[in-house]
């Protein structure tokens, strides 16, 4: 058996159309273009790249992006400044401050001082608190592009045992309580589980975020079941996931591959984020 791929590229594709279709809607209705700001603290050349493809869906798309580029030396007191402004600034309706940030500043603060209305990343307290208690709110990217895949790829979630493989912040838990809204029975699994083969065999779904190559195995994967791979590693010069591809594609029913599975859907949801965010504020 050979599964089907779920292809992300063509499903945050369709995505971006359908959040362009929005942004025009919202200009004709109430003359609102939503703008997206992007602040990029220092040159961490990964950061970089994410930022420019950030800032190249935004306009094209048709919204208002910019990108503030400050050095690394930048104080927390003066990035702290900028979110002030950008938070009253009725033109923005989305910010993004781009992590990692320099040592010398605190992740937290700058997290927390983001209007939980702007914070298109879902990375507020506020955001974090109202998925985890079933109220709409701005949901992390990647997370939210999973369950976009799940639902295009047909996949029904109601009953099922989902299997998440890593439980951070801005994928892992988010990923669980999406699934979980939707009335899967879920596990999450990390570095101390204690048989984790055994885990990811009771899946019917599986999503691995975990940061290791090729670390799950095709004999894991329970006959049938939906794969969804996260993971970005980069070996020999080559992108591969956490899921060992071609072992799981032999068992599984749906996979996403790596590159062209989830990668794709994160920036696409960005836009969508922002396009709520800005929907959100003629209301
Ligand atoms: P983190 O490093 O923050 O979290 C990794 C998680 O995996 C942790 O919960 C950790 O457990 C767990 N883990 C580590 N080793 C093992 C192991 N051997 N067995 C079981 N669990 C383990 O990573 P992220 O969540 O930020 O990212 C995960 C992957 O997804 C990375 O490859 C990243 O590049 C990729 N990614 C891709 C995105 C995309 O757009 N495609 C966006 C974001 C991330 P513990 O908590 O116990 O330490």
């Known amino acids: 058996m050979s599964a089907h ?4 590229k063509a499903i945050a594709a369709a995505i971006r159309q359908e959040v362009a279709e ?3 809607r919202l200009q004709a209705a109430h003359g609102v273009v939503p703008g997206l700001t992007v602040v990029l603290v220092g040159e961490d050349p990964a950061s970089q ?3 420019r493809n950030k800032e190249k ?5 048709g919204m208002n992006s910019q990108v503030i580029r400050l050095p690394a030396s930048t104080s927390q ?4 400044a900028l979110i002030a402004k950008l938070n009253a600034d009725p033109t923005v309706h989305g910010i993004l401050v781009q992590l990692p940030l320099p040592d010398h500043i605190n ?4 997290v927390l001082a983001v209007d939980p209305h702007k914070d298109v990343d879902g990375f507020h307290p506020i955001n974090v608190g109202r998925l985890h208690t079933g109220q709409s709110g701005l949901i992390p990217c990647t997370p939210a592009g999973i369950l976009v895949l799940l639902d295009r790829a047909g996949i029904q979630l109601k ?7 890593g439980r951070s912040n801005i994928v892992g838990k988010p990923a669980a309580m999406l699934l979980l809204s939707r009335h899967a029975t879920v596990t999450i699994c990390h ?3 204690a048989d984790l083969a055994a885990e990811v065999r009771r899946g019917d779904v599986v999503v691995a975020a975990v940061g290791k190559a090729r670390l799950i195995k095709g004999d894991w994967i329970k006959p049938g079941a939906t794969v969804i791979d996260v993971g970005t590693n980069r070996v020999d010069d080559k992108l591969v996931g956490d899921v060992d591809f071609e072992s799981a594609s032999q068992v599984a029913s749906y996979i996403t591959p790596v590159p062209g599975g989830v990668g794709p859907m994160t920036i696409a949801m960005l836009m969508k984020n922002a396009l709520t965010a800005a929907e959100a504020a003629v209301q």
């Open 5 to 8: 791929i779920i292809d992300g």
């Open 22 to 24: 929005g942004v025009a």
């Open 49 to 51: 790249v994410y930022v």
């Open 57 to 61: 869906a935004a306009t094209t798309i």
């Open 77 to 80: 007191e003066d990035l702290l």
């Open 107 to 110: 992740e937290e603060a700058i």
């Open 159 to 165: 009953g099922k045992n989902a299997v998440v493989v």
């Open 191 to 193: 570095s101390r589980t």
